[in-house]
């Protein structure tokens, strides 16, 4: 009956994430063939690489590279928030119906992971409410609504969860075999890497954090434990590496690498009113708020960070209560570490940055705690991980502004722990303040609604039979150029036309580190036509220049779609190519592109 009892409520739970999952982007799911959940142009990447997967594989392609983008070079996608597993898993769907596809991952993906973590943290608490709230704030937490503007691998966060369990298991509780747990450790390290590699990499870190705390405050039980925790991290790592050498392999030693740090040291980090400041993506969010949060440096997809006054009070308050519990103190501690991780190199306050390192604020570690020496050690392991993502290569490629998932996922445990503390004491007036401040706390971090989407309509061009004219595979130069993330709709347009060419151009990470296209003349024309940059007359050498660009990239078709000064830009290739161009489905097209004038 208890075995019953608990699918039964695991059912309920999973059906009321995915109903709130499905409200909060109801104004997707009014037209989910047409409106993508999120804003400007990362949806529209989100699709490609979603589509990519299935495409390749159907057309015996490697998923792992596609010179699709970027032709004739080509991209390595393993440098890039590709996703292969995220695309094999929504396959049936994306082939038929992309935005479809990419609307019901983005849904999934917020009721999984909050139903994965209230699963998870039913093996920390007795209450199934106190699992349900943890796994709400961690499901539905302003990270998640960031990210969801346009992320659907980094809202698909099922595994950190569940490492977490796996590593109380390597840790702690020690009653299973370490074999079996290590490779399921491994194999989740594996579904990891093939979903958001970034997030793999700090689960490691946060990972190494906790392991070291641990040492430290249970030295008494290193003997007995570190033999347990040894083989079943060493199986981890074997099963890792054989589930991932072909991947791995391919990223590091295959073609296309891209070496350097791809973002600046200090641009996607929390700023530090951004914990208590809410921005435009919650619901309650006055103008004075959002004039100060507008501020932050971090794009409108890394405002990820806001706690709330409500859930900080009680969080506080409830740490100082049940301090004597053991994981009460681990939880918080280590929901702090990752906050000021989050935070990046220096201090940001109000979207300045200022000299003063955010380094001096872990500081705070040995005041906090009883123990001098695990305290010590606190600060050393923060400064040892804080010092590595500023000037470690792949490790730096970690943005800081992304580890708030943990500081969400751990303070969704410290509120499972306190609710569950707190309704097993019996106190009526405790727990009627704890209802109390609890509902303050989600209702301030409740998403703003109607929650943005983008709409993906494209010219029947791409949508009808007229693309067919283009000959399978090959390569079509279109305009908008391709250069930036906020003009990736090119991109939209060729999956909606069944992949049916490749282009020289397409946002995607390659080796400089550029996002951008390999610098060309003819590149360079169309990006000052498409940012409204005057353009000097052009000379008949950069004539030749971007008849030469036509000529190295095979372009068989020119087309240029619907776009901002769309007459300057067929002005341009009706000049170069001599001849004026056909008006198809929406489109202007030039068929048979020929350089030789």
């Given at each position: 009956m208890r075995a019953l009892a608990t699918r039964i409520h695991g059912g309920l739970a999973l059906l009321i994430y995915l109903g709130l999952a499905a409200a909060v982007f109801a104004s997707a799911w009014a037209a989910p063939n047409s409106n993508a959940i999120g804003v400007g142009g990362d949806p529209n990447l989100a699709i490609w690489f979603m589509r990519w997967t299935p495409f390749a594989l159907t057309h015996h392609l490697s998923p792992l590279f596609t010179d699709y983008l970027d032709y004739p070079s080509g991209v390595n996608l393993m440098w890039n928030t590709a996703a292969p597993l995220l695309g094999l898993l929504f396959w049936p769907i994306t082939q038929a119906a992309p935005v479809l596809a990419y609307n019901t991952a983005e849904t999934l993906a917020l009721g999984l992971s909050a139903w994965t973590a209230y699963l998870v943290f039913c093996h920390f608490v007795q209450s199934r409410i106190a699992a349900g709230l943890g796994g709400l704030l961690y499901g539905f937490s302003p990270y998640m609504m960031a990210h969801a503007l346009g992320h659907p691998p980094l809202v698909l966060l099922f595994t950190p969860p569940l490492m977490l369990l796996a590593l109380h298991h390597v840790l702690i509780r020690q009653r299973r075999s370490p074999l079996l747990i290590g490779a399921g450790l491994g194999i989740l390290g594996a579904v990891q890497l093939l979903l958001w590699e970034e997030l793999l990499a700090s689960e490691a870190l946060v990972a190494f954090a906790a392991i070291v705390w641990l040492a430290a405050l249970n030295r008494d039980a290193l003997r007995t434990r570190s033999q347990y925790a040894i083989r079943a991290l060493g199986a981890a790592a074997l099963v890792f590496l054989v589930l991932?050498?072909?991947?791995?392999?391919?990223?590091?030693?295959?073609?296309?690498?891209?070496?350097?740090?791809?973002?600046?040291?200090?641009?996607?980090?929390?700023?530090?009113?951004?914990?208590?400041?809410?921005?435009?993506?919650?619901?309650?969010a006055p103008a004075a708020a959002i004039d100060v949060s507008d501020l932050f440096r971090s794009r409108i997809y890394e405002w990820s960070g806001y706690l709330g006054i409500p859930l900080l009070v009680l969080l506080s308050y409830g740490t100082i209560l049940y301090r004597k519990d053991r994981q009460v103190r681990l939880a918080a501690l280590l929901g702090g570490f990752v906050a000021l991780l989050s935070m990046?190199?220096?201090?940001?306050?109000?979207?300045?940055?200022?000299?003063?390192?955010?380094?001096?604020?872990?500081?705070?570690?040995?005041?906090?705690?009883?123990?001098?020496?695990?305290?010590?050690?606190?600060?050393?392991?923060?400064l040892a991980i804080w010092i590595?993502?500023?000037?470690?290569?792949?490790?730096?490629?970690?943005?800081?502004?992304?580890?708030?998932?943990?500081?969400?996922?751990?303070?969704?445990?410290?509120?499972?722990?306190?609710?569950?503390?707190?309704?097993?004491?019996?106190?009526?007036?405790?727990?009627?303040?704890?209802?109390?401040?609890?509902?303050?706390?989600?209702?301030?971090?409740?998403?703003?609604q109607p929650f943005p989407t983008t709409g993906t309509s494209s010219p029947s061009f791409f949508t009808t039979d007229a693309v067919r004219q283009i000959p399978d595979g090959s390569v079509a130069l279109v305009a908008p150029f391709a250069y930036d993330w906020r003009l990736a709709t090119p991109?939209?347009?060729?999956v909606q036309s069944g992949m049916r060419f490749r282009m020289p151009e397409g946002f995607a990470w390659i080796p400089g580190p550029s996002y951008t296209p390999t610098p060309s003349a003819l590149g360079d024309v169309m990006t000052a036509v498409a940012r409204g940059t005057a353009m000097p007359e052009i000379t008949d050498d950069q004539r030749r220049s971007m008849l030469a660009d036509l000529d190295r990239w095979r372009v068989g078709t020119i087309l240029v779609g619907p776009m901002a000064r769309e007459d300057q830009m067929v002005q341009v290739?009706?000049?170069?190519?001599?001849?004026?161009?056909?008006?198809?489905?929406?489109?202007?097209?030039?068929?048979?592109?020929?350089?030789?004038?």
């Open positions: 991932t050498a072909v991947p791995l392999g391919f990223q590091f030693f295959g073609p296309r690498q891209v070496h350097g740090a791809v973002w600046p040291p200090n641009q996607f980090v929390i700023d530090l009113l951004a914990f208590i400041v809410p921005t435009r993506l919650q619901a309650l990046g190199p220096l201090i940001n306050l109000g979207g300045r940055t200022t000299p003063i390192p955010v380094a001096l604020l872990a500081l705070a570690f040995p005041p906090l705690t009883r123990d001098v020496r695990p305290a010590r050690l606190m600060l050393y392991v923060f590595a993502m500023a000037f470690v290569p792949i490790v730096n490629d970690i943005l800081p502004s992304r580890l708030t998932l943990f500081v969400f996922l751990f303070c969704g445990l410290l509120l499972a722990l306190i609710v569950d503390a707190t309704l097993k004491s019996g106190r009526p007036r405790r727990i009627a303040i704890l209802a109390v401040v609890t509902a303050l706390a989600v209702f301030a971090l409740v998403p703003r991109m939209l347009w060729q290739f009706t000049d170069l190519l001599g001849r004026p161009p056909a008006l198809d489905g929406g489109v202007y097209v030039w068929w048979q592109v020929d350089t030789s004038r």
